[in-house]
């Protein structure tokens, strides 16, 4: 009976042992050595109650391999008792066992029981060896009789019933309670993982018309070769189960790539004819996808989305895979409901930061990080930038979010530098309001002091746009910035109207070439000449150059062959969350020493 029931039965249970231990000394001589064993399993107790209602995982543990840590304790310690007190010859506490016994039996199962019965018989030996007692008693054989009862009848009742809660009888499949357990132990264990998970929801089209038509044994019948066809299709650790009526969910490892080649092996096989009582018969199915850490935090949630997608899949014609797809923010929710949770997320540190190397052109290696922006909400998943940021542009709460984003870039760059990472930089953007923000520069200034990082290695990086809003601000506000030993890029370069004799004035660094041109330099001869002449004015004006929106080889030889100085986009990475740009950096660095 996997609930969290058992492991308040459990951890509340063994609270009676330091009692009847108390009961014990006062009725056995007082013996000083039970007031040790009262303390211990005091202590123990304690543990298993902090378990259970501080950290919540003493169910899973009692789910999961650890219950062999939890029955060896109590083994270790019965054994004590039973071995190391004087106990008067007329009396016998032998039978603890069966208490503990009980829990096992009743909360866990046979096999748990069974393994616990053995020990305790163990233990049994151990009383009669070191109290010089004869073993083969009346006592023994009523207290093997009680554990003999309790195999026979509490365990197989206890995993007949946990069967029953938890499977479904005619598929055989776990059903959606286990379903759900399974589900909250996977987000446990990716909680600190960039693994993923993948939810699916699928249902037969024309089931109702097939169960109607032909039967409900026929439905039965089919419902038993789809969830046999699934079975066999799904990756090696995959749960599938049957959530009711003709829905069965899917949960697996892995982002979004690996669940569309399981969502396509799945449909392949149903889409196959199946033959019930003779007659030959199609049922497709449609497919619901959610992500996790993407489209939730926790299962409710996820097990909600990929309902939501299944619906979108039934909705356009059946026979479809869908993804959930987060509705646009004007749809989702009511301004003041977004703007309401965006303060929220600047209250609660709701924000993240993902980072996209950019590397030198030259030599292959990272010189800078570019600091991007990720709002996990801790029930809609990850909201993408263009959902929140304009919103937070309106109403100023740019200002927290951008001090909160540069806070964490230049804390974690100054970690990894101390912890021996090749020196790089990091970029952070500034948007039109931070650029014009009174205190900006004693904000920075704030930031830098706190963490410690070399403000040589902080770029920060302005729209061409937001520059040339009022030129003359611009350039008394760089100054000031410039000043600080800061490096200043001019982001989008090509997208604004640029006057070049404001921006020879402008006390930048370096220029970065928007994506838009990027991506068209080998189907568009407008392009590439627009990339070139950037490239060439950049040098021209003694400043670096940055190829923003790298896809392909192609892209990057181009830039290499313009001497294009930096460049960055998926090509090299995508932007990453820390451990996932850490892992990436090592793999970097290794290849770079090994070339």
């Not at 909250?184 to 089931?207: E, H, M, P, S, Y």
């Not at 066809?229 to 069965?248: I, Q, S, V, W």
């Not at 619901?288 to 309902?307: C, E």
């Not at 409901?337 to 290696?365: C, I, S």
């Amino acid at each position: 009976m996997n609930s969290n029931n058992n492991a308040a039965f459990f951890s509340l249970g063994h609270a009676l042992l330091p009692l009847i231990l108390s009961l014990l000394y006062l009725l056995e001589g007082q013996q000083p050595v039970l007031i040790v064993f009262i303390l211990i399993s005091s202590l123990w107790t304690l543990v298993l109650l902090w378990r259970f209602a501080v950290t919540k995982d003493l169910q899973n543990h009692l789910l999961s391999g650890s219950v062999w840590w939890y029955m060896a304790v109590d083994t270790v310690l019965i054994g004590g008792i039973f071995a190391v007190p004087s106990w008067n010859a007329g009396f016998s506490p032998t039978w603890l066992v069966l208490l503990l016994l009980a829990f096992y039996a009743v909360e866990i199962g046979l096999r748990a029981a069974l393994i616990f019965s053995t020990l305790a018989f163990v233990n049994l030996g151990l009383f009669a060896y070191t109290q010089d007692r004869p073993f083969l008693t009346v006592e023994t054989f009523l207290i093997c009789m009680g554990m003999v009862l309790f195999l026979i009848f509490v365990s197989k009742m206890t995993d007949h019933l946990d069967r029953i809660a938890h499977y479904d009888a005619l598929t055989l499949l776990p059903n959606r309670v286990a379903f759900r357990e399974k589900l909250d132990d996977a987000i446990r264990g990716n909680a600190n993982k960039d693994k993923g998970l993948a939810v699916f929801f699928l249902d037969l089209d024309q089931f109702k018309y097939i169960n109607d038509t032909m039967g409900h044994v026929a439905g039965d019948s089919l419902l038993k070769t789809v969830a046999e066809r699934l079975r066999t299709k799904l990756p090696n650790g995959a749960t599938l189960a049957r959530m009711g009526g003709d829905e069965f969910a899917v949960l697996m490892n892995g982002g979004s790539e690996e669940a569309g080649r399981a969502a396509e092996r799945m449909s392949e096989a149903l889409n196959a004819s199946v033959v019930v009582e003779g007659k030959e018969i199609f049922a497709t199915s449609s497919i619901g996808i959610a992500l996790f850490p993407q489209d939730g935090q926790n299962a409710d949630t996820i097990m909600k989305n990929a309902d939501s997608a299944l619906y979108a899949a039934k909705k356009d014609g059946r026979n479809n895979v869908r993804y959930y797809t987060h509705p646009a923010s004007s749809e989702r929710f009511e301004r003041v409901t977004m703007e309401t949770m965006l303060r929220h997320a600047v209250e609660r540190n709701e924000f993240v930061v993902y980072y996209q190397p950019r590397v030198d052109t030259t030599t292959g290696k990272t010189i800078c990080l570019e600091a991007l922006v990720r709002w996990i909400h801790p029930e809609q998943g990850i909201i993408p930038p263009d959902e929140f940021i304009p919103l937070a542009e309106e109403t100023g709460l740019i200002i927290p979010i951008g001090e909160q984003v540069l806070k964490i870039a230049c804390r974690q760059l100054k970690r990894w530098l101390d912890e021996g990472y090749p020196r790089m930089g990091v970029s952070v953007n500034l948007s039109p309001r931070q650029f014009g923000y009174a205190n900006l520069t004693d904000s920075i200034r704030k930031v830098l002091k706190e963490t410690g990082l070399d403000p040589s290695l902080l770029e920060l990086e302005v729209t061409e746009t937001a520059a040339m809003q009022d030129v003359n601000n611009a350039i008394v506000i760089l100054h000031q910035l410039k000043d600080m030993g800061l490096k200043l890029v001019i982001d989008d370069f090509g997208t604004g109207y640029s006057s070049l004799s404001y921006l020879k004035k402008f006390p930048i660094d370096g220029l970065k070439i928007d994506r838009s041109f990027i991506s068209g330099i080998h189907e568009s001869s407008d392009d590439s000449a627009i990339v070139t002449a950037i490239i060439v004015l950049a040098k021209t004006l003694n400043l670096h150059v940055t190829g923003e929106g790298v896809e392909t080889a192609e892209q990057y030889w181009f830039l290499q062959d313009k001497k294009c100085d930096e460049a960055q986009g998926y090509y090299f990475g995508k932007p990453m969350p820390q451990k996932m740009l850490q892992e990436w950096l090592d793999v970097s660095n290794t290849l770079a020493q090994s070339g």
